[in-house]
């Protein structure tokens, strides 16, 4: 199969771009994948030799990075150089809410992406195919082509045989499996007018994956899926969330409703877990960008359907620290209390939209001294995360162990596997007393904790 596309550039190495481009780079040898940032922090990361401190962690990226990297894998800040090379550009940079303005704490802040496509317009060289990567509102690729039409147009100085496509290919990497997701995709979305453009970009993936699952739409309903399938998947979050609670005043266990309603194929199994709510840079964002949209529209109904999503969400943190605070007597007042896990979820560093966070700001609030373990969030990470004015009240350790000395409670809020098999029986000894276990991830083996002489909570359960 002969490939036209022999340069891609890449603008943003965050979450997104760095892997996805890491394994393009893995089964894509003979295409050069320039990976681009303004952060030069990132990208000397990216380039470390010590494959440790690559700025993302995820299963098996520095593996391929290792094999891939100066080879046909690069990192640089030469946004410029990178366009005007590529045949192929993906637009990976950061989509997050306004914060001012029109539509402020609701619709997605573009200007990156504006900003992405004005430079693109200043140095592409002939023929590009511009690529949507990032997660944007429907009718975003509109904004884009105005933009490139517009800027290669209206300005002399250009040449006016710059030509675009625009594509739009939203990413379903699921982060903490995102190696795994992207090697094994469920589905490749690829949406467009301009079928020779897909046609480019299909065969990029049809290196790895079957083209059965390489789905085809016009660029409205791809830029759509994606925002509807976070707030699907947000969604049964915040119902068996909302189920924990019942669980937990009937006596029904989270877990048996999980399995029992898991076993209908019609519902299936996945994404059942109840825990203290979803976090990540997307689902929130994006949901609170599906409500504005609706309310763009007039769907006064269906957004407010879907902001329910995200108040259950922030219901079931709060009703989290309300337990502890109960738990302890009604005040955590000067008590230390030991969190375990910050990030949002296993097996990645990120803390965007972390649950554990917000539970730790009200356990702060509430005048509690925290002790916190995460064995993948480093103590600078936090420090940008927890108010200045609380760094007193909180305290980094580098393993359960020191993080749980003399603790009046340990509260487990990601389920790495390290905590699934604690050593209760030490923990209880450097521990108060009486002490107590909160665990909001249905992890821990609860009748080991029972029997070391701990207090338990487990959500989900009436314990
Ligand atoms: N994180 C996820 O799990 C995930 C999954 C699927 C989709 N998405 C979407 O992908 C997009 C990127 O997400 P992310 O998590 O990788 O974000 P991120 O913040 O980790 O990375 C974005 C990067 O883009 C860079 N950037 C911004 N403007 C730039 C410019 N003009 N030139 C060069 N670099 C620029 C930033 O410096 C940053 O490093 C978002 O729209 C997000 O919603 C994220």
């Not at 480019?200 to 509807?228: D, F, M």
Request: hydrophobic share 40%; charged share 25%; aromatic share 8%.
């Amino acid at each position: 199969m002969e490939l036209k596309i022999k340069n891609v550039c890449c603008i943003g190495a965050g979450f997104v771009g760095g892997p996805t481009m890491a394994v393009m780079s893995k089964f894509c040898k003979e295409i050069i994948f320039n990976v681009v940032d303004i952060n030069q922090k990132r990208i000397d990361a990216w380039n470390n030799e010590d494959l440790d401190k690559l700025p993302v962690y995820e299963p098996g990226l520095k593996e391929i990075v290792s094999k891939t990297r100066n080879e046909n894998l690069f990192f640089s800040t030469n946004v410029k150089e990178s366009i005007k090379n590529a045949d192929m550009i993906f637009i990976s940079v950061n989509t997050p809410t306004k914060k001012s303005g029109l539509g402020a704490g609701k619709a997605s802040d573009l200007k990156w992406v504006e900003n992405c496509a004005r430079e693109v317009a200043l140095y592409a060289i002939g023929h590009t195919i511009v690529v949507e990567k990032s997660t944007l509102p429907v009718k975003t690729a509109e904004t884009i082509k105005r933009i490139l039409h517009y800027e290669t147009t209206a300005n002399k100085n250009f040449d006016n045989k710059k030509t675009f496509a625009i594509l739009s290919n939203p990413e379903f990497l699921s982060e903490g499996t995102a190696i795994n997701d992207l090697e094994n995709p469920d589905r490749i979305l690829i949406g467009g007018e301009d079928e020779d453009a897909m046609n480019e970009l299909e065969k990029i993936y049809l290196n790895w994956v079957k083209k059965e699952k390489i789905i085809r739409t016009n660029l409205w309903s791809s830029e759509l899926s994606k925002l509807i399938a976070n707030a699907f998947l947000a969604q049964r979050i915040s119902s068996i969330n909302s189920v924990s609670a019942l669980c937990e005043v009937t006596g029904a266990d989270v877990n048996d409703i999980s399995l029992a309603i898991g076993f209908d194929k019609r519902i299936g199994k996945l994404f059942l877990n109840s825990g203290p709510g979803f976090g990540g840079s997307c689902f929130k964002k994006d949901i609170l960008n599906l409500v504005y949209i609706c309310d763009h529209y007039g769907l006064h109904t269906v957004s407010r359907y879907w902001n329910e999503v995200l108040r259950i969400n922030v219901w079931q943190q709060k009703r989290i620290s309300s337990i502890i605070v109960e738990k302890l007597f009604g005040t955590i007042s000067d008590k230390k209390i030991t969190i375990l896990g910050l990030a949002f979820k296993a097996n990645t560093n990120d803390t965007r939209e972390s649950p554990a966070i917000k539970i730790c700001e009200d356990l702060i609030e509430e005048g509690a001294i925290l002790k916190i373990y995460d064995p993948k969030v480093k103590e600078s990470q936090i420090k940008k995360l927890l108010p200045e004015k609380n760094q007193v009240n909180w305290s980094y350790y580098s393993s359960v162990l020191e993080a749980a000395y003399d603790s009046h409670a340990i509260v487990v809020l990601t389920e790495w596997g390290d905590f699934k098999d604690l050593n209760w029986t030490e923990i209880k000894k450097i521990m108060k007393n009486p002490s107590w276990v909160f665990d909001t991830r249905n992890i821990i083996d609860v009748q080991k904790a029972k029997s070391s002489g701990l207090q338990t909570w487990v959500l989900g359960q009436s314990t």
